[in-house]
């Protein structure tokens, strides 16, 4: 019985030698992951085209859509202003002199945010839409009116106007 004892004894220490030898130590350590989130903005625009028309047609008016994403609850403001102070201008030939003369058509430029159905008019410096990011696009419709007489007092020709929207944030 002592030799099975002694054997037990050995082969239990040689199992916890084994056990001791390959124990790995370990060490942790909490590690912090961040990351800032910056606000930011971006702008899409179409063209806004009226449609051709005789200058008896009386009121025109046109409509297009702008996009603007901004970061979620970022807030921010859109306004408008235009080269020619919101007046289409173009040049025409008059008469058999062929001298082309410049003329211009007044128009007005106001917008509504997604859903929203009141119109901001554009066309006054003091005017804006503002509205807070959602980390989506949202849809910015913006409407062109020309009066019946802007159109009627206009000679035949092409007119155009360049308006830079901005988006403050």
């Known amino acids: 019985m002592f030799k099975k004892t002694v054997l037990l004894l050995s082969l239990s220490s040689a ?3 084994c056990g001791v030898a390959n124990a790995e130590d370990t060490v ?9 989130v910056l606000k930011a903005c971006t702008l899409s625009t179409n063209p806004l085209k009226f449609a ?14 702008a996009t603007v994403t901004c970061t979620k609850d970022t807030g921010y403001y859109l306004t408008a202003s235009s080269a020619n102070s919101y007046n289409m201008m173009g040049s025409t030939a008059v008469g058999s ?18 859903g929203d ?7 006054t410096a003091s005017t804006d839409v503002a509205s807070t990011g959602t980390g989506s696009a949202q849809t910015v419709t913006l409407y062109g009116d020309v ?14 106007d ?4 901005t988006v403050n944030y």
């Not at 942790?28 to 800032?36: G, I, R, Y």
């Not at 159905?117 to 066309?123: G, S």
């Open 52 to 65: 051709n028309a005789y200058s008896n047609a009386g009121a025109q008016e046109a409509n297009t859509t």
């Open 28 to 36: 942790s350590k909490d590690m912090q992951v961040t990351l800032t």
């Open 147 to 160: 009066t019946a007489s802007a159109l009627q007092n206009a000679p035949a020709g092409d007119y155009s």
């Open 15 to 17: 199992i916890i030698s």
């Open 162 to 165: 360049t308006v830079t929207l």
């Open 117 to 123: 159905t009141t119109r901001q008019d554009l066309t």
């Open 97 to 114: 002199t062929g001298k082309s003369t410049s003329s211009s058509i007044a128009y007005t430029l106001a917008a509504t945010m997604d």
